[in-house]
């Protein structure tokens, strides 16, 4: 695959397939580890979903309900 004098390459369709990417999808082109990365550009919503999901279970402070709730309270 070749990149054009415009700097245009046509993805493949099974990849555009895999990974959503329809026309009109607004992408992100990223550098990492000396490869660029195309990714499909998220809404603020999606962006937040996402970033909740990978921080879901993270937050283990090994207290339970009722004791963060004594603790908010200032109880003892």
Do not use: H, Y
């Not at 959503?20 to 660029?36: I, K, S």
């Amino acid at each position: 695959m070749k990149i054009t004098s415009k700097g245009q390459v046509t993805i493949p369709q099974s990849l555009r397939m895999k990974f959503g990417l329809l026309p009109n999808t607004e992408v992100a082109f990223e550098e990492a580890d000396g490869c660029v990365l195309i990714r499909p550009m998220l809404s603020k919503r999606a962006l937040i979903e996402e970033r909740l999901r990978r921080a879901r279970g993270i937050a283990d402070g090994g207290l339970s309900t009722d004791a963060l709730m004594r603790l908010t309270r200032g109880e003892e």
